[in-house]
């Protein structure tokens, strides 16, 4: 099925432990983006990606490192686990900056929990 | 400071009847809105938007309003189905040149009885 996969779906880590979270893309988007989700809150920007080699800081990208080699994948990375990243993590493309042409579209999350 | 307020964290409506959902916004750079829709266990699916240059945008069963001298939008569900039982999310976004970032209410649960 063609959109966005992330990898893992669930995850449990001990502080000061660290982890990828993958994301990849099949329909060719240039824009890439990692929101969290905190409970009863609203999706944060972590970090985004306009194109393959270039990438640039969202709201709250303290404690995570993203990186755009290629055009389908945009992993974020988790140095130094905290407890406050326990999260829902949730990776988006779009076709076109602004959202316009129809929105992101995301992956269906991974939940992090920090121990 | 919030952005895009959603105050009704959660709503429920008889199927058939119509659901109004809410949105508040103060950042007034803001030109474009959208609507998200969202499952248990998966990611937000993009609904409806509208351009600041219109007021109503309608697809089907959905329409979205938008009021802006009151920086407000709503969404209306007619007529609502159990299936539209899930979380939506109001968002925002400034156009233009090197703008990316979509900022997002924090939703209002729906839930749609039979």
């Known amino acids: 099925n063609a959109g966005v996969t992330q990898t893992p779906k669930f995850r449990i880590l001990k502080i000061g432990q660290s982890m990828t979270l993958q994301c990849t893309q099949d329909m060719n988007h240039n824009y890439m983006y990692w929101y969290r989700q905190d409970p009863g809150m609203g999706l944060k920007l972590i970090y985004y990606s306009v194109g393959a080699g270039i990438t640039d800081k969202g709201e709250v990208p303290n404690g995570y490192n993203v990186s755009r080699s290629t055009t389908e994948d945009f992993p974020l990375r988790l140095e130094l686990a905290a407890p406050s990243q326990t999260s829902v993590y949730f990776c988006a493309s779009s076709y076109s900056s602004g959202a316009r042409g129809g929105g992101y579209t995301f992956g269906s999350g991974t939940r992090l929990t920090v121990v | 400071d919030q952005q895009v307020k959603q105050n009704s964290p959660s709503l429920s409506v008889q199927e058939g009847r119509i659901s109004i959902l809410n949105c508040d916004y103060t950042?007034?750079?803001?030109?474009?809105f959208l609507w998200y829709k969202k499952y248990p266990a998966e990611g937000p699916t993009f609904l409806i938007s509208i351009s600041s240059i219109k007021d109503k945008n309608e697809d089907g069963r959905f329409t979205v309003f938008l009021n802006k001298s009151a920086k407000h939008l709503s969404l209306h569900i007619v007529p609502s189905q159990p299936g539209d039982s899930a979380v939506y999310f109001c968002a925002a976004i400034t156009s233009g040149a090197g703008s990316y970032q979509l900022t997002f209410g924090k939703g209002t649960k729906l839930s749609v009885i039979p």
């Open positions: 950042n007034s750079m803001f030109d474009y």
